[in-house]
């Protein structure tokens, strides 16, 4: 019984001490995808990369206990300096831009852009190739503003495999990413190819608040450490990713481009007008799909034989009853399965307005329920046949009461149009993400935005209200009909 106690007595002091180790929180965007960090495949409850070993490794020299807090690429930064976690590891790469809001490490890691294209293309070799190309890309990284320092247009992806799978499809002529996600997604890929040998020496630090100084000294002392006692190595080797540069950091002849910021205020302003009129013609384009399904829809679901009713009820709940941003994916990723590759504006065009056309049916599906069915006999009796008296009596009195619902929907589809970021249309709402973490002005650029959103939705309001008021003062269908039936 004294042993057992005794050894009870010291596991307590074990987990004590533990718990008493300080912590080294560190953010992520696992789903950057590989290898940096990411979800096991074989086991998605954990997360494996080379960049979380590191982190092992270099809170072991701290001697400090790791805690990975996940966390979005787009605002990593200002998580940072909130104090969600004390450093940043996620192949970030120093920039002029973020060098005035987070401290950088010295390198742990020396990388080159890699150009990739599909198996037989044959035009393009480099990058100098793709000036009248349209070229995949993940949103603010080095590739990214390498393109747009060479005036290259190109697509942000949030995550690589959906780059490299719209490449495979044809929706982009070429991928420019880091060697090691190409090495990872791309070179195993029958269907592609390297174009061209790596360029443009980058490299990947670990980014600190301004004033972890002190945090700053340690994490560059025990990153030579790694690098000196051969754990660096050892990581990179296990993840196939050790090459000739990697000497250099060790002999401290690290030569590496910092890219610089790219954000202007005249450019980002056009470039928020432009996404705001994307952003205009995809609510337009989807509230129309919305509008001249949903009458058919409400209609089928009150007036068609049962089997059409079901019909139009399992499409309602279908589309109710499951997100849009699922439903989008599944359009712009699952139909290329059976053939069918649409361009990504148009899957977000008729995606949202199928989604919304759901909605729509039930607001019509009301306002008809609120008109007397003696309209309908009165009609008759005047020998109207149903489609003219649904487009006289029945109608006009239908979209007085369904104007206002139908406005509200209209304003929030303005909004919803920024769930399209998922499948690569660069409208309003992303276009104020990827600004916005690049220069990290989220306050004016957000205020800015808003102020686009609101020329959108306030006129459309006032609009509504004034046609609201106009039908409110027409004589209505009932009174045209009691004046042709008599007292």
């Known amino acids: 019984m004294p042993i057992r106690i005794a050894v009870l007595w010291l596991g307590s002091l074990a987990v004590g001490a533990a718990d008493a180790q300080p912590v080294l929180r560190w953010g992520a965007d696992p789903s950057g995808g590989a290898p940096h960090v990411f979800a096991d495949p074989r086991n998605p409850d954990r997360y494996i990369g080379f960049e979380k070993e590191f982190v092992e490794a270099l809170a072991a020299v701290l001697g400090r206990r790791p805690v990975m807090v996940p966390t979005d690429w787009e ?15 996620n192949g970030l ?15 742990y890691y020396l990388f080159r852009q890699q150009l990739v294209v599909r198996r037989e293309e044959e035009r393009i070799r480099s990058l100098a190739d793709c000036r009248d190309r349209l070229v995949g890309t993940l949103v603010n990284t080095t590739s990214s503003r390498l393109l747009a320092r060479e005036g ?19 929706r982009v002529d ?11 997604y791309a070179f195993s890929n029958p269907r592609l190819k390297p174009a061209g040998e790596p360029f443009y020496v980058s490299a990947y630090v670990v980014g600190m608040r301004k004033a972890d100084s002190l945090l700053k000294a340690q994490i560059d002392a025990a990153i030579d450490t790694l690098l000196r006692n051969g754990t660096m190595e050892r990581i990179l080797r296990r993840w196939n990713l050790w090459d000739e540069l990697q000497p250099q950091l060790l002999r401290g002849e690290a030569r590496y481009e910092v890219a610089a910021s790219d954000f202007n205020w005249t450019e980002a302003l056009l470039r928020l007008g432009r996404a705001a009129l994307v952003t205009v013609l995809l609510a337009f384009g989807a509230m129309a799909v919305a509008l001249l399904l949903g009458i058919p829809l409400a209609l089928g679901q009150e007036q068609g034989p049962r089997w059409v009713r079901a019909l139009c009820t399992g499409y309602v709940e279908f589309f109710r009853g499951t997100p849009v941003l699922v439903q989008l ?19 977000a065009l008729v995606g949202l307005g199928l989604n919304y056309a759901a909605y729509e049916s039930q607001i019509y599906r009301a306002a008809f329920a609120a008109i007397p069915r003696g309209q309908w006999e009165v009609a008759y ?17 239908a979209m007085r009461i369904a104007l206002p619902p139908v406005t509200n929907d ?11 970021f998922a499948i690569s249309v660069w409208e309003l709402a992303t276009a104020y993400r990827e600004l916005a973490n690049a220069s990290q002005e989220f306050l004016l650029l ?34 045209v009909l009691q004046e042709e039936t008599g007292p």
């Open 410 to 420: 209209f304003v929030s589809l303005f909004k919803d149009t920024s769930v399209a």
């Open 93 to 107: 790469e120093p920039t002029t831009d973020r060098a005035r809001h987070i401290l950088f490490s010295r390198p």
């Open 152 to 170: 290259i247009r190109y697509r942000g992806y949030a995550d690589p495999p959906a780059a490299y799978r719209d490449l495979e499809l044809g």
């Open 329 to 347: 994916l599944f359009w712009y990723f699952g139909l290329p399965k059976v053939g069918i590759v649409l361009p990504g504006w148009f899957v």
């Open 381 to 397: 009796a005047l020998g109207m046949n149903p489609g003219l008296a649904f487009r006289r009596i029945i109608l006009p009195q």
């Open 75 to 89: 605002s990593i930064v200002s998580a940072l300096n909130r104090g969600e976690f004390d450093i940043i590891v």
């Open 446 to 479: 957000g205020a800015v935005t808003s102020a686009f959103y609101l020329a959108m939705s306030v006129p459309l309001a006032r609009l509504a209200r004034r046609l609201e008021r106009r039908l409110m003062h027409e004589r209505s269908p009932a009174a």
């Open 174 to 184: 070429a991928v420019l990413m880091d060697l090691p996600i190409a090495q990872y």
